[in-house]
């Protein structure tokens, strides 16, 4: 079975590809010119699956929503259940960002998933609300709880907020710009090994990050 999930409720394999399908076609057409055709013939499924698993087209999107939904909650964790310390916290955030540039550097779905969720951000689609409220905000401010812990320094402050921001670009740019880094760095592919260098690079920039907030936080 493909590494993307579709949702915690329906995981047949059929559903399964058809997100999977919809996730690359979306991402590399746009939603309005790829066409429920298309998007089954990629899956190998009949035409008539998406209605059945999703009602239609726009349920298809949504189901594309929440399959990122899933695979960033696997990546970033949990809400926090109680505070944590600033040394555990310091743990989880390392923990992210090895995670979080590993799956994006190597794994194929990554890919399909940034291009999707970029083409929908930069379009203004109208599941771009649903995006932020589901899939960016609650992990946003997870990262920032975590963040704020790290520093001793408040968790939805506008510096928190940002530097959450650049820390996950940072990662982010190793899958959006990884045409531009493999021909700077003579590389066929990122393997996993080059991932785990390249999370060793960004924790280091992340402990980095977090002593400049202590020092510059009143």
């Not at 949702?7 to 559903?15: A, G, I, N």
């Not at 057409?29 to 726009?58: M, Q």
Request: proline fraction near 6%.
């Amino acid at each position: 079975m493909s590494e993307m999930s579709a949702t915690s409720v329906d995981r047949t394999p059929t559903r399964i590809a058809l997100v999977e399908a919809a996730l690359r076609l979306f991402g590399r057409k746009g939603y309005d010119a790829a066409s429920t055709r298309e998007i089954a013939a990629e899956a190998g499924a009949n035409i008539a699956a998406i209605a059945y698993h999703f009602g239609g087209k726009e349920g298809l999107r949504r189901a594309c929503v929440e399959a990122i939904g899933d695979r960033l909650s696997a990546i970033v964790g949990p809400p926090l259940p109680a505070p944590v310390g600033r040394a555990e916290a310091r743990v989880l955030l390392e923990r992210v960002v090895r995670a979080a540039a590993m799956f994006l550097s190597t794994a194929a779905p990554a890919r399909d998933m940034v291009a999707f969720l970029l083409r929908e951000v930069s379009e203004g689609g109208p599941e771009l609300d649903r995006i932020f409220a589901t899939v960016v905000e609650p992990r946003h401010r997870h990262l920032c709880a975590l963040w704020g812990a790290a520093t001793g320094t408040p968790p939805e402050s506008e510096a928190t907020r940002l530097a959450v921001f650049a820390m996950v670009g940072q990662v982010l740019y190793f899958r959006i710009g990884q045409p531009v880094v493999l021909r700077r760095m003579g590389w066929q592919t990122i393997s996993p090994d080059a991932a785990g260098r390249i999370g060793d690079l960004l924790v280091r920039n992340l402990h980095a990050a977090l002593a400049a907030g202590e020092r510059t936080t009143p």
